[in-house]
């Protein structure tokens, strides 16, 4: 096990409910806060109402800005730094999915800074202040509502950049498990991959003896797959959404990385997808991480043996581990397709023709290596993509 700091510090307030309290929860965010919000989901669903009632029962002054799209984009932000300029704000709650919450974090770190918010994403300054970030979360993805990450969308080129910075740690999230039995199927299943390539992106790790969290990401991983088709069948099945929802902030908030060291090359790698073709960033894990996986199992033999024995009850096959692992991989493939989720690029509707593009942006033009588990240049990148196709 590696030596390692864990940092958690988001309240989170979780059940039935739960939302009622935003109002009571959004004064520890200051005296005027920035209600963000995305495309208008909020609204159809009564969510708006219900938020904004409790800020005034509560005395909250506030302003607003929705309009986040998924995969969030860096105009946006600016248009609210400046907003949160001008009114003075303190404060910001975002409610909705991981795109709100990114795009809330970026505003944060933003209006203290003098410089352009970009800086932080392109990795030429690490952000030193922010305004506090409280959340109510709609969409059991991305864990955003724990985690130390903001990823942001560079239109000017079309980059999707993230920064880590524990300062991005929400003060509180709000999670009620009602508010994602509106959500389409498609979104709760792409939700349910992100999850899980949350999990499995720190469970394909360089790091022995680390069993404690190897049983912890199977755990994790093993609830996603029980809950996600009962949450599919029945959208308002309560503790189907509850598990989904506690699994999202769980595999993120890295408990489940602590004293071992992560991949992350599939979220590079997806990365790239969500940017130039926009899809949500779950549905382009779902085709990403098995090709990532056909790719690298060989390198690692054992613990691929293990992952298709624990999480997918695969009976191993001694005299042939590598085909244990492989019934391993096509079980998740499988998983993903009965859930409705692609499993290849052109299902994405993802052509051949910018997969080179896409693998010298992911290195950086052959300036960075992805990954730990294995290290990867633009040459294995673009073998992935290929293996996706
Ligand atoms: O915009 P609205 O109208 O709210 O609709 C959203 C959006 O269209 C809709 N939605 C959300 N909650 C709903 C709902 N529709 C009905 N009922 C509800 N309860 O769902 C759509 C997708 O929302 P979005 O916020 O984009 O999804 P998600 O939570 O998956 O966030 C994806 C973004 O987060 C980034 C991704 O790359 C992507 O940009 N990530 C952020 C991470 C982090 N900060 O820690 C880690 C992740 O790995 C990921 O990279
Ligand atoms: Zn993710």
């Excluded at 979780?14 to 995305?38: C, D």
């Excluded at 990385?257 to 926009?278: F, M, N, P």
Aim: glycine share 8%; charged share 25%.
């Amino acid at each position: 096990m590696e030596n390692f700091r864990f940092l958690s510090p988001t309240q989170i307030i979780f059940g039935r409910n739960a939302e009622e309290q935003v109002g009571n929860e959004a004064r520890k965010l200051g005296q005027k806060i920035l209600l963000h919000y995305g495309g208008g989901s909020i609204i159809r669903t009564g969510l708006y109402d219900k938020v904004v009632k409790s800020l005034r029962a509560a005395g909250v002054d506030y302003i607003e800005l929705g309009g986040v799209k998924p995969n969030p984009r860096l105009s946006l932000v600016q248009e609210g730094i400046e907003l949160c300029r001008e009114n003075k704000v303190d404060g910001i709650l975002a409610v909705g999915g991981g795109s709100t919450i990114d795009s809330a974090k970026a505003i944060g770190i933003g209006v203290p800074y003098a410089g352009d918010v970009w800086d932080f994403y392109s990795g030429k300054r690490l952000p030193e202040e922010t305004l506090p970030v409280g959340v109510v979360l709609t969409l059991a993805a991305t864990g955003s509502e724990a985690s130390n990450s903001s990823v942001i969308t560079n239109e000017d080129g079309w980059f999707k950049l993230g920064l880590n910075s524990n300062l991005t740690r929400p003060v509180f999230a709000i999670l009620n498990p009602e508010l994602t039995f509106t959500l389409p199927p498609y979104q709760t299943a792409s939700g349910a991959a992100d999850i899980m390539a949350h999990v499995m992106e720190r469970y394909f790790t360089p790091t022995k003896n680390v069993e404690l969290t190897d049983r912890l990401c199977e755990g994790v991983l093993k609830t996603v797959i029980n809950n996600l088709p009962l949450a599919l069948a029945q959208p308002d099945d309560y503790n189907a959404r509850a598990e989904l929802m506690w699994a999202g902030t769980l595999a993120h908030n890295d408990l489940l990385s602590t004293g071992r060291v992560g991949d992350w090359a599939s979220h590079k790698i997806e990365h790239e997808l969500s940017a130039l073709y926009d899809v949500p960033h779950g549905a382009g894990l779902a085709v990403v991480f098995p090709a990532w996986m056909k790719y690298v199992y060989r390198h690692d033999l054992d613990r691929f043996v293990q992952f298709a024995v624990r999480v997918w009850n695969v009976e191993p096959d001694f005299a042939n581990p590598e085909r244990t692992a492989r019934e391993g991989i096509a079980r998740l493939s499988r998983f993903f397709k009965e859930n409705g989720l692609p499993t290849t690029l052109p299902e994405l509707k993802i052509p051949a023709d910018r997969l080179e593009e896409m693998a010298n942006k992911a290195t950086d033009y052959g300036k960075k290596i992805l990954g730990q588990f294995v290290k990867l240049k633009t040459e294995d990148v673009l073998a992935i993509y290929k293996l996706a196709l």
